[in-house]
T-cell receptor
Framework: DAKTTQPNSMESNEEEPVHLPCNHS???????IHWYRQLPSQGPEYVIH???SNVNNRMASLAIAEDRKSSTLILHRATLRDAAVYYC????????????????FGKGTLLTVNP | DTEVTQTPKHLVMGMTNKKSLKCEQH?????MYWYKQKAKKPPELMFV???????INESVPSRFSPECPNSSLLNLHLHALQPEDSALYLC????????????????FGSGTRLTVV
């Protein structure tokens, strides 16, 4: 499985933007880049995903490097509720039928948001 | 309904007990997953079901037995567990799109916190 590398922890101040980096130098052409976050005592929550182009949704933006070897999750205005572990994951493809897609978690980045 | 519901939320069982974890979703997702998460560690994939058939078993010990009775329900049967099996067990689901072009995220439940005594 292609691996991702993230900083162990990052700190941010409330209402400031946060840029969470992820390196995935061995990404293959068909791997999607997924981001999930996990708040304390909860299951992981889908944040965003993309393939080649930058993506935006109501939660965050995903900026993907042109060579796809790195990506950045952008939280535009951090709130205390954004404090969580953020996982950058490459969604590995399975058989041609599309039925076996594994999501393998790495260690993630623990984001602390200061009031 | 956009949720994955897991029951029970907490479970304490002895090493000789038999218990089951239940996971339910009504989003029409045809792929369902079991993950195990130890404290301060990332979730680890255990099983993948697609179209109600087991498609991936990540070398999980036979004391864990998954079952997918229908497209909305996923069970994990537990028997003769060890204390080191104590963990948060997470269920997830996702859509399957044919042609190898999947572009949806996974939806996770809140998990069952299992303690084996």
């Amino acid at each position: 499985d292609a691996k991702t590398t993230q900083p162990n922890s990052m700190e941010s101040n409330e209402e400031e933007p946060v840029h969470l980096p992820c390196n995935h130098s061995t990404i293959s052409g068909t791997d999607y880049i997924h981001w999930y976050r996990q708040l304390p005592s909860q299951g992981p929550e889908y944040v965003i995903h993309g393939l080649t182009s930058n993506v935006n949704n109501r939660m965050a933006s995903l900026a993907i490097a042109e060579d796809r070897k790195s990506s950045t999750l952008i939280l535009h205005r951090a709130t205390l509720r954004d404090a969580a572990v953020y996982y950058c994951i490459l969604r590995v493809g399975g058989d041609s039928g599309g039925s076996n897609y594994k999501l393998t978690f790495g260690k993630g980045t623990l984001l602390t948001v200061n009031p | 309904d956009t949720e994955v519901t897991q029951t029970p939320k907490h479970l304490v069982m002895g090493m000789t007990n038999k218990k089951s974890l239940k996971c339910e979703q009504h989003m029409g997702h045809r792929a369902m997953y079991w993950y195990k998460q130890k404290a301060k560690k990332p979730p680890e994939l255990m099983f993948v079901y697609s179209y109600e058939k087991l498609s991936i078993n990540e070398s999980v010990p036979s004391r864990f037995s998954p079952e997918c009775p229908n497209s909305s329900l996923l069970n994990l049967h537990l028997h003769a567990l060890q204390p080191e099996d104590s963990a948060l067990y997470l269920c997830a689901s996702s859509q399957i799109i044919h042609g190898g072009r999947e572009n949806y995220g996974y939806t996770f439940g809140s998990g069952t916190r299992l303690t084996v005594v």
